[in-house]
């Protein structure tokens, strides 16, 4: 009796088992082939918050995220870093035992920053800026870049914009002057670049917020523009002066 008992129990026991894992219970894990995130790297300022994209092979692969210096850079579940604070963190996307990382520099604000509409983020001074647009034969004859000064701080400053490729457009910084096949451009007087509102980079306030670079382009339907802009802002009051980097591609259609 007492054996039919225990080989009803453990009967119950097996069955509790396996009906409460499930047939996928021991399903093996699968084998990860591969994972890349979109950026390997990225400079943010405190405050500023970047995704990171994992692609994994395959593609329902679990893909965790980490960072080894929260106090520079916090990382979400989703890929959400957070700039916390100035220095260097490594953030790692993990699926499987394959690994891809992306350092994260988060540096301190400078007083401009530079805005841009097309990607909705800040390039601080420092900054290359890759500005890609399509846009119509139309808007070629006079077409206004989407990037705009974010001012902290209402200081004044003077000038200095370098091509590498021969510019025709209107250059707007204080007063508006139209030129011809230029590759440098200085503005010696000092302009006083107004701090944007609480309402963000995007209000137009000031000088220097919109309008600030249009180009006049002759470039036939289906081909693109090309440029390197080299923008320069010295301070009036002799502290550090702030640069950029902007690589110009507009193709037209």
């Known amino acids: 009796m007492k054996a039919t008992y225990l080989s009803l129990t453990l009967a119950l026991i097996s069955l509790v088992l396996f009906t409460s894992c499930g047939p996928d219970a021991n399903k093996p894990t699968p084998n990860v082939n591969s994972i890349t995130l979109q950026k390997t790297a990225a400079t943010l300022q405190p405050g500023e918050k970047l995704e990171l994209i994992a692609t994994v092979s395959p593609a329902d692969a679990t893909v965790t995220f980490s960072t080894d210096n929260p106090a520079v850079a916090t990382v979400c579940k989703k890929g959400v870093v957070k700039a916390i604070a100035p220095g260097t963190a490594t953030i790692t996307a993990q699926a499987g035992d394959k690994k891809a990382t992306c350092t994260i520099t988060v540096v301190e604000g400078k007083n401009v920053s530079i805005f841009n509409k097309l990607d909705g983020?800040?390039?601080?001074?420092?900054?290359?800026?890759?500005?890609?647009?399509?846009?119509?034969?139309?808007?070629?004859?006079?077409?206004?870049?989407?990037?705009?000064?974010?001012?902290?701080?209402?200081?004044?400053?003077?000038?200095?914009?370098?091509?590498?490729?021969?510019?025709?457009?209107?250059?707007?910084?204080?007063?508006?002057?139209?030129?011809?096949?230029?590759?440098?451009?200085?503005?010696?007087?000092?302009v006083e670049f107004t701090a944007d509102s609480e309402e963000g980079p995007v209000k137009e306030k000031g000088n220097m917020t919109s309008n600030w670079l249009d180009f006049a382009l002759s470039t036939p339907v289906g081909e693109t523009y090309k440029n390197r802009v080299t923008v320069k802002l010295f301070p009036e009051d002799g502290s550090e002066t702030l640069s950029w980097v902007i690589n110009v591609a507009l193709t037209v259609k």
């Open 121 to 190: 983020k800040k390039y601080p001074s420092g900054s290359t800026i890759d500005y890609v647009a399509t846009i119509t034969k139309e808007e070629a004859e006079f077409y206004s870049i989407d990037l705009l000064f974010s001012v902290i701080k209402t200081m004044n400053y003077t000038a200095e914009l370098t091509f590498d490729n021969e510019f025709d457009g209107s250059i707007c910084i204080g007063q508006c002057q139209m030129v011809k096949k230029v590759k440098s451009y200085k503005v010696d007087e000092p």
